[in-house]
């Protein structure tokens, strides 16, 4: 398609600070990933990022610097001389940007430009595609490795309690204890801490700190301010992140009984049935240790604890018990080990169904598995739906059928509903008894048998409540708070399950939607192609023909291949007479007779067009009309239903008005008014051309004559100014310093004096005071004869402060001139607001002690030293600016020069001198290029070099 030695990519890091390119192309070779600092303003990638910014360039060399100030080599690959940058984009959203290069100059045109433009647009849709499906496999690998972790944590748990209720000395295994605590979290301290009611006491019996065992101590539960006994009197935990800023919860004041203070806590009471027998707690130096799942894991880990220290305790004291206990130890063992089934099977489930992407998968995959854990004879999940306000249940099974889909309303008050709405968990185990504990009235099921026994919870995501899951059966008294924790831990795998089957519904969705807009415009880009390039063919032929009277027929030919034209118009604008004449008028394929319609008519359409200068476009005429008239007034043929009108303008002169219409309503879309401009346009020129043509030989002899008087007058006059300028050339020579004067003062100088007009703006200054020499070059507002008025007030005023005022330091020489400059305009001005002045560059030169002083008003100095150019800028404020800135200190640059140091300052008229191939300015870098080449030549031969080169650039 196009010559493309090297093409690439570049996609914005997430953190939007790297442009990487992964696999640039070069001669059909993939070169290694590169990646640009977005920052770096020398990077063409960059700049076409950061700026949106589409970039051509067809000579590398001459166009580059139109976007960086400095050229860099490419970081992969070799340098290539044609560039053509995009950025991608996505509506809004910046994705990056796409390059095509070239080894060989101007090898992109506009065509090939448009294709690249057009490649743009799919890619940036491919790279956002790519981009979602990433995300979504990233979100499924991190939810499988929740799954996985919680799934370790169980099983770790289980085999701590095993080994913690299988032992009656509770001693022995504290520090096995400890240590598994350290394995799931931060448990810089640990304790277990036994409720002592009979002696009103907690005995710390068992702490570690930081892998140390602490004597033990006893808390009085009158100590309201112990963390222990705050969570054994109220039988709740304690979850603190920040000690010094969370501790009023709880106390009223931080009380440590021994040890170090620490930041995070969780406290957990230890519990048999309904009696507190102790405090479990893990603690943390560092803030923010813990999460609800680190309490989830102390609240099993309190279970087993509690067990154990009750068994440690009935061996202790209640050998009679032994037999009873045992079988309860025995039952509780069978419980916890069924837990461990269950948890198993329900961390199995949750593996099956996070890969499935259907509800009624998910259901139907649950359904089977729920069943080993409990009676779900009915199980169904609802899933709320925004747009129709409902929880919709798809898939619901009962009695192993599955259900046909039914949705409750948010309005009705059923259990489901309600259990949504208040986020809430809902147990009924018997239905008659029980139901008004949560709803008002009892009512029959949409589908199915009533259930006596029911289980509601809502299903969260993100910690928002999404839907609803249930299970019920048909027998009483069948659920207990096993089997709610146990639906508990499933909703939160079917939550993340539904999740991820939503999100690939809506990338499914998304991908078709964005699939059709994109077919939608690549056919609107054709279609505007098309459109584009019949109105370029139509508006050649019209502005190429001078009759239009022979071109209107082809004109409405043309022109119904774009749009609906059952009406067609050009109307001309007569101003003398006050009228529009409808001269050229076609409707159903005839043309009409002229007519013309009065200025004053405002309740005619052409009338307010051409009045208001503006675009008329109605899509129902008998509803839209009095958006223009206050009537509908069709002066010929009958009324149409759409309507376009469009000014036809020359500059900001209205020549007439361009009009098509349709019987149809809504027969129009901006597109189209757009096409009617372009013609209107290509129309206006054709009528101008005919009318100029009509009356252009009875006007030749007119003007002839008069062009003939005026060069009479003009040369005349003209002899009088140049002469007059000339003398004026002569009285500016005679009060600058000659060149002798110059080489008098400094023995190796030259000064390369080039006015643009006879007289000049620019002039130069030299002094000598004591051993020092001042001098300077000045660029004044202007050229020709106002820029020499301002070079002599300048002159004088510089020679004033230096010669009167004995000022010698350049940064004082210019604020005083500044000053004085500002006070002369603004006394000879009336307008304030005026903005004359002049740019100065001042030193003063010890050529005993080398040193150099220097200021500048928006002039630079230049000093050449092994062959480098060293800058000092000059402060960004010019001589005059008066308005408000009569005040201004300029700053004063002092200098130590060094042995073959050669001192350049200049005004800008060299370096903005259009010329060369291009046309171009020269620009400073030509300039720094030009005086580095030549500054080991003699003075004289540099004035000849650079003399030399600035007229060869000039010419071109």
Known sequence: MMDAHGFGIGIVSDNKTILNFPGYIEKDVVL??????????????????NKELEIVINDYELEAGKFIQKRLKPVVGESVQSIIYLPLKLGEKKLGVLTVQSFNKNAFDDYKVNLVKNLAVYCAIAIENATLYKKLEERVEE???????????????????????????????????????????????????????????????????????????SVSMNDIDNYSVWCVTHNKEIFINDNLNEYHKYTKKIVVPSGEMPNSLLFCPLTIGDRVTGVITVQSFEKDAYTPFHMDVLKTLGTYTAIALENANLVETLEEKVNERTSEVVEQKEQLEKSFRNSKLLSEIGKEISATLSVDEIISTVYTQINTLMDATIFGIGIHRPESNDLYFSGSMEKGEKLNSFAFDLKEEKTATVCFLQCKEFVINDWENEYKQYIQKAYKPVAGEAPESLIYMPLLSKGKAIGVITVQSFTKHVYNDHHLDLLRSLSVYVGGAIENANLYKGLEERVVERTKEVMLQKEQIEKSHENTRLLSKIGQHIISNINFDDIFGELHENISKLMNADCFGVRIYHPKLNQIEYRYEMENGESFEPISVSMDNDDNYSVWCVKNKKEIFINDNLNEYHKYTKKIVVPTGDMPSSLLFCPMMIGERVVGVITVQSFEKNAYVPLHMDVLKTLGTYTAIALENANLVENLEEKVEERTKEVVKQKEIIEETNKHITDSIKYAKRIQEAFLPTESMVNAFLKSAFVLYKPKDIVSG???????KDNKVLFAVVDCTGHGVPGAFMSIIGFNAINQIVNEYNYTKPSEILTQLNKSISTTLSQKVEDSKIRDGMDVALCLLDLENLTLEFAGAFSPLFILRDGEVLKTKGDKHPIGNFVGAEDFEFTNHEIQLMQGDKLYIFSDGFVDQFGGAGGKKLKYNAFRNLLTENHQKTMLDQKTAINDFFETWRAG
């Open 32 to 49: 290694s990933s590169s990646g640009y600092d977005l920052s770096d303003e020398n990077r063409l990638a960059t700049v076409c990022f």
């Open 143 to 217: 939810r499988t490795q929740e799954l996985i972790t919680a799934q370790e944590t169980t099983r770790m748990l289980s085999v701590i309690g095993k080994e913690i209720i299988s032992t009656t000395d509770f001693d022995s295994i504290f520090h096995t204890l400890h240590q598994k605590v350290g394995q799931l979290m931060n448990a810089d301290c640990f304790s277990v801490r036994v409720y002592q009611k009979d002696r009103h006491e907690i005995d710390y019996k068992y702490s570690m700190e930081k892998g140390k065992l602490k004597t033990p101590l």
């Open 762 to 768: 620019d002039f130069y200054w030299i002094e000598k």
